[in-house]
C-alpha cells in the first residue's frame, strides 16, 4: 500500500511540476513578444544620457566641498500672454479653488487693494498663495514675467 502511495505523490508531484515549467515558458515567451526594440536612434541615446548624467563632486579641500552641475539653458523672457495660457490660464481661467478669474477687473482691484497693488500681488505669486505654489509652479519665470502677467490678467488680456 504505502508503494503505490508514494508512486500517486511522484506522479502527481512531476504532473504539478510540470505544468509549472510550461506556464514560466509560456510567460517568458510573451514577454520576448512584449518588449520593445532597443533604441537604435543615437539622439535619443544622447538625449538620455545627457538627462541622467551624474553629478560631478570634487573635494577640493578638507573643509570645502565643490559641486558641479550642468549647465541650465538660458532662458528667455515671455510675453504676458504666453505667460499665462502656459502657466496660469488652468485656475485662473476657471477662477478654481478661489483663484480670481483672469480678465474680471472687479475681482482683481479687490485683489489688489487688499494685497497693496500690483507690487502686492506679485510678492504674493511669487511666495505663492493658498495651493498656488511659488511662481505658479513655473520656477524660471522672473519676477517682472509674473508682474507683467498679472497687470495682464488685471486689465482684460490686450
Not at 78 to 92: G, I, L
Request: charged share 20%.
Amino acid at each position: 500500500m504505502s508503494q503505490n502511495h508514494d508512486k500517486v505523490f511522484y506522479v502527481t508531484f512531476a504532473s504539478v511540476m510540470g505544468v509549472l515549467v510550461g506556464i514560466a515558458a509560456i510567460c517568458i515567451t510573451a514577454a520576448r513578444f512584449i518588449t520593445p526594440a532597443p533604441i537604435a536612434d543615437d539622439a535619443a541615446i544622447q538625449r538620455l544620457d545627457e538627462r541622467t548624467r551624474p553629478v560631478a563632486v570634487a573635494i577640493t579641500d578638507a573643509n570645502l566641498l565643490k559641486v558641479s552641475m550642468p549647465a541650465a539653458a538660458a532662458h528667455t523672457p515671455q510675453p504676458p500672454d504666453q505667460v499665462f495660457d502656459k502657466v496660469c490660464s488652468a485656475c485662473h481661467g476657471a477662477g478654481l479653488l478661489g483663484a480670481p478669474k483672469a480678465f474680471d477687473k472687479a475681482a482683481w482691484s479687490a485683489r489688489a487693494s487688499a494685497a497693496g497693488g500690483v507690487n502686492g500681488l506679485a510678492a504674493s505669486a511669487i511666495k505663492g498663495k493658498n495651493a498656488m505654489p511659488p511662481r505658479g509652479g513655473a520656477a524660471d519665470l522672473s519676477d517682472d514675467e509674473i508682474k507683467a502677467t498679472i497687470q495682464y490678467m488685471m486689465k482684460g488680456g490686450a
